[in-house]
């Protein structure tokens, strides 16, 4: 009977501190840091929630649990939630080296090495190849040139930025070492200008590295419209004539003479009318329209 009392005290012992819940909770630790990189992850949070007023000890320990960093030592805490920051610097002031690093929370009677890493990443990342194409493309058409075709390889996982200046054009959403994606030549759902436009690649790492504007890579691509190969066309009353139509994606659509039509041919062969004056043929592409003036004499 004795044997079998101890043994049902001793299990509910064991049961009791397996239910007792811990004195910190709540853990919230930055996944990644990046010290001076002007963004969210310039410095790396350590936030948990005491249970009980208590003091405590935050270190930051490097992958051979050694002490890299004393964030606080026996300091008065309220009960709940705390947070303390680490800028990725050693206790002697340096720059500790990129790496995995682990906080630890002590408290006078038990300490806790916290689950979750801290990524410690000061290496920006590089544009290792990109190819795009094609190099003439018309925003807005129904045809395959109405989106500018990106390929590109990166030195690590991250997200391919574009850029024309300081303007953002796109931003992956997919952080791969590689992979592709497309502009369709607009901004905020207006299409740019007919011009050559110089764009630059780069691309930001998980930890929030940006490559440098000196090792970012340019691509050009020349944005063009429907257009006519003359603004002015001399005719015969009753006779053809034609005129070279660079639609980018095509087909578009004439009209001229109270007559229209359809067509995908780069030479647009017509008929002038029998009267003679001055016409207008007009070519739309993509709600773009070129014209040109005809004189029939």
Same mark, same amino acid.
């Given at each position: 009977?004795?044997?079998?009392?101890?043994?049902?005290?001793?299990?509910?012992?064991?049961?009791?501190?397996?239910?007792?819940?811990?004195?910190?909770?709540?853990?919230?630790?930055?996944?990644?840091?990046?010290?001076?990189?002007?963004?969210?992850?310039?410095?790396?949070?350590?936030?948990?929630?005491?249970?009980?007023?208590?003091?405590?000890?935050?270190?930051?320990?490097?992958?051979?649990?050694?002490?890299?960093?004393?964030?606080?030592?026996?300091?008065?805490?309220?009960?709940?939630?705390?947070?303390?920051?680490?800028?990725?610097?050693?206790?002697?002031?340096?720059?500790?080296?990129?790496?995995?690093?682990?906080?630890?929370?002590?408290?006078?009677?038990?300490?806790?090495?916290?689950?979750?890493?801290?990524?410690?990443?000061?290496?920006?990342?590089?544009?290792?190849?990109?190819?795009?194409?094609?190099?003439?493309?018309?925003?807005?058409?129904?045809?395959?040139?109405?989106?500018?075709?990106?390929?590109?390889?990166?030195?690590?996982?991250?997200?391919?930025?574009?850029? +024309?200046?300081?303007?953002?054009?796109? &931003? *992956?959403?997919?952080?791969?070492? #590689?992979? !592709? $994606?497309?502009?369709?030549? %607009?901004?905020?759902?207006?299409?740019?200008?007919?011009?050559?436009?110089?764009?630059?690649?780069?691309?930001?790492?998980?930890?929030?590295?940006?490559?440098?504007?000196?090792?970012?890579?340019?691509?050009?691509?020349?944005?063009?419209?429907?257009?006519?190969?003359?603004?002015?066309?001399?005719?015969?009353?009753?006779?053809?004539?034609?005129?070279?139509?660079?639609?980018?994606?095509?087909?578009?659509?004439?009209?001229?003479? +109270?007559?229209?039509?359809?067509?995908? &041919? *780069?030479?647009?062969?017509?008929? #002038?009318? !029998? $009267?003679?004056?001055?016409? %207008?043929?007009?070519?739309?592409?993509?709600?773009?329209?070129?014209?040109?003036?005809?004189?029939?004499?």
């Amino acid at each position: 009977m004795g044997l079998l009392l101890a043994t049902a005290a001793a299990f509910a012992v064991t049961e009791h501190l397996k239910l007792e819940k811990s004195p910190i909770g709540g853990l919230r630790i930055s996944r990644y840091l990046a010290p001076g990189c002007g963004c969210a992850n310039a410095k790396a949070t350590i936030g948990v929630k005491l249970r009980h007023a208590d003091r405590v000890t935050v270190r930051i320990l490097d992958a051979a649990n050694r002490t890299v960093a004393t964030l606080a030592t026996d300091q008065p805490n309220p009960k709940g939630r705390r947070s303390w920051l680490w800028n990725g610097r050693t206790a002697a002031g340096g720059k500790a080296p990129d790496g995995r690093y682990w906080p630890e929370i002590a408290l006078p009677k038990q300490s806790f090495l916290l689950p979750d890493a801290i990524n410690l990443d000061t290496k920006a990342p590089l544009v290792r190849s990109v190819t795009a194409g094609p190099a003439v493309i018309s925003p807005g058409s129904a045809g395959a040139g109405n989106h500018l075709r990106i390929r590109y390889e990166l030195s690590e996982r991250g997200h391919l930025i574009l850029w +024309h200046g300081t303007r953002l054009l796109l &931003r *992956t959403r997919s952080a791969q070492p #590689a992979g !592709k $994606t497309t502009w369709d030549g %607009r901004t905020a759902h207006v299409p740019w200008r007919a011009g050559t436009y110089t764009l630059v690649v780069g691309a930001v790492d998980l930890a929030g590295n940006v490559t440098p504007a000196a090792r970012r890579q340019q691509i050009r691509v020349t944005i063009r419209y429907v257009t006519l190969g003359r603004h002015a066309i001399r005719a015969q009353t009753g006779r053809r004539f034609s005129v070279r139509v660079e639609a980018e994606a095509g087909p578009y659509t004439w009209s001229f003479a +109270h007559r229209h039509g359809t067509s995908r &041919r *780069t030479l647009l062969r017509l008929r #002038a009318p !029998k $009267t003679s004056g001055r016409y %207008r043929l007009r070519v739309t592409e993509a709600h773009h329209t070129a014209s040109a003036l005809v004189v029939v004499r």
